[in-house]
Every structure is written in structure tokens, then in C-alpha cells.
């Protein structure tokens, strides 16, 4: 069997056994099998771009990273992939900033990443690139003369056509992204715009694969899961523990509505706050009677727009727990620093709401997990906005729309007035579809799409 290379921005750290808050890392665990390669940057920064690669091993897996240039940080990862590629992805134009040494540096980081990858590749080796940051990667290993399968997978959404067009570089990393075998996304909305972004610039199309200069990219579609069992033992060990038990008596019979997310304007804190503050107001029978915990880890905290998000919120949370608190009940609990991943399971499955409402996600892992969490015979309600990926394969959730603060206030009471019957109703089809589109079914459908390719 061939080996698989996976290559990604960010590689984890082995050493660190802390919380880490993001999809990637996640999901990929079941593509990483002993022999595997993950190549990537190490999460340091140095004074001088440098092509030294540092190497560990972790249970069979090599994990090769480099260091990035501090100027290359400032410019290829908060600038270009996370100030103009990120908004723009997530269809936010109005967020985004664009000059043309962020762009260069981009190109230059691209470069560098295949300059050192090549290195560590074999000829059968499958090379399986991921998300917006190394949109540039592939083409720079095929004018290395890299001839492996490759294969690209976007995290995040791939945005309507007319919105990609504004991207300044947009036809060149069109055609960057030719120099793959196969392309995947989250969702059929996700692949139907790279087409049409594609056919705009003349590409020809034949069904769902792109031809150019005599070689064929195939695109899929190929949803990112979670590990369902996995995730349901670490909540049921979670809730004998102590931490569980603090919060289940602090809660003094009340329900626990819980959110969890990067600290990100795409993410739909601001509204998500105006709807439990709408929900407090329009349904006054239902003060006292529940408690929501935001766990919100920090993220990108050098880029100006998160740093005015954490303000706002800090200002939103402030004026919701002035109005409402009473001398025995704070509504909300708001908490800027990541949580435990066996933390967060249980609290997941000791609440009675998941409220997850992005205002433009890939998918969502969070309202995959809060499912995978709850006790079949109690289960909570998740609310999730229509515009996560993850709302295409769970149209059994409460579904909402994020900009919408009075469909969202309606859905919390509908989920706190839920019977317990048609909580277990909601909870057998949510829980089948997740184990349908678990992770082991997208990297195994991703991985054996890319074996067959012609290479
Ligand atoms: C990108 C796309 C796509 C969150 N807070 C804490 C914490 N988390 C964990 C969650 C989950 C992960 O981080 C977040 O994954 P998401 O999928 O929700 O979101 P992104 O990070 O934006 O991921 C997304 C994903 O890639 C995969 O393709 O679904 O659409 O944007 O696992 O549980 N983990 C811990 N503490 C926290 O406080 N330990």
C-alpha cells in the first residue's frame, strides 16, 4: 500500500498534551496509520526563513514540520490566509484585506513548504494537502518535477463565484489548484462553486471533473466526521468526574445550554448572545430556568478583527448578566480560554442544549461531537445554523438561520418545551447520520478516490 503523506499548515505538537481547539487535527486521526508521514509547520517562529526539518515519531507516524519566518507569519498566516483568504471563503468580503506582499509571501511559503517536502517523498507516495493556507502547494511540487498522486481537501467553505472573483490572485490560484489529481469539500453548495468558478474562466467541465492541458482534475465531495465511539466514552467518563459533578449541582436543577468555538467572527457569537438576551426578554417564564456556558477559545489573537470581536462580547456578555442575574443565578458563563477535550464532552452531555450557530461554516465538528456525546435516553437538542456544512447531513437538529435573532430565541424555548420523546426521535436520526459520515468514512472515501487516480 502506498504511504500517505498528509501535509497541513499546522502540524500538532507531540509534546503537547493540552487542549487543542480545531477540526483538523480531529478529524484526520483516523488517515494517520503507523507509516505515515504529516508534514507541516512546527507552530515556531525564527528571524530567517530556513529549510531545516525537524522530525518526531508518535506511534509509527513521523510528524516532519519546519519553522516559519517570523515576517512570513505576520504575512503569509495572519495576513494573506487569515485576513483575506478566511473572510473571503466564509463570504464576508466586507472583512477582507488584500495587498500584494501577503500574496507574495503566500507564494513564497508555498514554495517553500514543497522546496522541503520534496525532499521526503517517495515515488509512490500519496500526497493528500489540506485547506486554504496551501492552495499554492501542489503546483510548486510539480514544477519541482514531483509526479505523485495529489490530492487537496478544503475545510472551509469555497465561495460563490462572484465572491471569489474579487480575490486579486483569483486566476492564478484557479489554476494552482489544476495541479491536483482530485479535489474534495465539505458540501455539493462547496464543489458546485469551485465548478462555476472554473467555468467562468473558460476551464472545460466534463460532470464533476475539470481538464486542462490534457490532465483531469476530479472533484468530490467528502464530508469530515468525528469518531462517534470515541467521543461518547470520553463524555460518559467525563461525567463521573468531579469537574461534571461540581457543575451539575451548581446548575440546582436548571438546564445547560452550551457553545463551544474558536473565538471567530465566523462563528456567530454577537448574534448568538443577542438571541439568548432575545430569549430572556421574549420568554420571561423561562428565567431561572437555564444557564448558558459559551467556552470560547482564543484564536488568531494577533489579527485586528478578533481582537474587536473579544471586546464585543466581553460588552454583550456584560450587559446580558447586568440585566438578568439575580443574587442565586448568573445566565450566562462566558469563558475565553479552551476547555479540555474530556471536559467539553461532558458538559456536552450533561446539557440539555447544543447551540451552534455559525454564520458560515465548512462543516462544524462541535455539532457532530455534541451528538456523539448525549445519553441516548436523555438527550439534548441541538439548534444549528443552516449555513454549517454539517446542516446538509443533520436536517434533524433545529435549524436556523445565524443572522436571525428571533428564530434563534424561538428555537431555544422550542428545544427547552421539547418532549423527551421527540428528543430521542431527533437524537436515533441525528446519531445514525453521524455515524454514516464519521471520520474514518471521509478519509478512507478521500484516500481511495485519490488511489485510483491516473496520477
Ligand atoms: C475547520 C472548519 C470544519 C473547540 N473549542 C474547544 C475545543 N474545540 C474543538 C471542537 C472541535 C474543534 O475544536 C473545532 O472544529 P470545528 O469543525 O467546529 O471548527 P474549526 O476549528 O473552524 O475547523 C470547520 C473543520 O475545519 C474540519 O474540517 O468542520 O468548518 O472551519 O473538535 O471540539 N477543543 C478543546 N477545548 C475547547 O475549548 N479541547
Not at 60 to 70: F, K, N, Q, S, V
Not at 196 to 214: F, K, V
Not at 398 to 410: I, K, S
Request: charged residues 20%; aromatic residues 10%.
Amino acid at each position: 500500500m502506498a504511504r500517505l503523506v498528509i501535509v497541513s499548515n499546522r502540524v500538532p505538537d507531540v509534546a503537547d498534551s493540552g487542549p487543542r481547539a480545531g477540526g483538523l487535527a480531529v478529524g484526520l486521526a483516523d488517515a494517520l496509520v503507523p507509516g505515515s508521514l504529516w508534514f507541516g509547520w512546527s507552530g515556531q517562529r525564527v528571524a530567517q526563513r530556513s529549510d531545516e526539518i525537524h522530525t518526531a515519531t508518535e506511534d509509527g507516524i513521523t510528524y516532519a514540520t519546519i519553522d516559519l519566518a517570523e515576517d512570513d507569519y505576520r504575512s503569509y498566516y495572519l495576513g494573506f490566509s487569515n485576513a483575506t483568504l478566511w473572510p473571503l471563503f466564509h463570504m464576508m468580503p466586507s472583512l477582507v484585506s488584500f495587498d500584494n506582499a501577503g500574496y507574495n509571501a503566500y507564494r513564497d511559503v508555498n514554495e517553500q513548504f514543497a522546496r522541503t517536502l520534496a525532499t521526503l517523498i517517495a515515488p509512490d507516495d500519496l500526497i493528500w494537502i489540506h485547506d486554504y493556507q496551501l492552495l499554492g502547494l501542489a503546483e510548486a511540487l510539480r514544477q519541482l518535477g514531483v509526479g505523485n498522486r495529489i490530492g487537496f481537501f478544503l475545510h472551509i467553505p469555497f465561495p460563490a463565484p462572484a465572491l471569489f472573483d474579487l480575490l486579486p490572485p483569483a486566476e492564478e490560484l484557479l489554476h494552482g489548484l489544476l495541479a491536483h489529481d482530485v479535489v474534495g469539500f465539505q458540501t455539493e453548495q462547496d464543489r458546485g462553486h469551485f465548478l462555476g468558478a472554473m467555468y467562468q474562466r473558460g476551464i472545460s467541465l466534463q460532470g464533476n471533473d475539470a481538464w486542462h492541458e490534457g490532465r483531469r482534475l476530479h472533484s468530490m465531495v467528502t464530508p469530515i466526521g468525528v469518531d462517534v465511539d470515541a467521543f461518547n466514552r470520553l463524555a460518559v467518563r467525563a461525567v463521573r468526574r468531579v469537574e461534571a459533578r461540581r457543575v451539575v449541582e451548581s446548575l440546582a436543577g436548571r438546564a445547560l445550554m452550551i457553545s463551544a468555538d474558536r473565538l471567530d467572527y465566523t462563528k456567530g457569537l454577537p448574534a448568538r448572545f443577542d438571541a439568548y438576551g432575545r430569549f430572556l426578554s421574549r420568554f420571561p417564564e423561562q428565567l431561572r430556568r437555564i444557564s448558558f456556558l459559551q467556552v470560547a477559545a482564543p484564536s488568531r489573537e494577533e489579527v485586528d478583527q478578533y481582537k474587536a470581536l473579544r471586546d464585543e462580547l466581553d460588552y454583550k456578555a456584560g450587559a446580558i448578566n447586568g440585566e438578568y442575574s439575580d443574587f442565586d443565578w448568573v445566565p450566562l458563563r462566558y469563558m475565553t480560554r479552551a476547555a479540555g477535550r474530556g471536559v467539553l464532552a461532558g458538559m456536552f452531555r450533561i446539557s440539555r442544549i447544543g447551540l451552534v450557530t455559525p454564520l458560515r461554516d465548512g462543516m462544524n465538528l462541535v455539532a457532530m461531537e455534541y451528538i456523539a456525546a448525549q445519553d441516548p435516553l436523555n438527550p439534548g437538542v441541538l439548534i444549528l445554523s443552516r449555513f454549517a456544512g454539517a446542516a446538509t447531513l443533520l436536517p434533524e437538529a433545529l435549524l436556523v438561520n445565524p443572522y436571525d435573532v428571533d428564530q434563534m430565541a424561538e428555537a431555544i424555548n422550542t428545544a427547552m418545551l421539547m418532549t423527551l420523546e421527540e428528543r430521542q426521535e431527533r437524537h436515533v436520526a441525528l446519531l445514525e447520520r453521524i455515524r454514516t459520515h464519521d471520520a474514518t468514512a471521509y478519509c478512507r472515501s478521500f484516500v481511495a478516490v485519490l488511489s485510483q487516480a491516473e496520477g
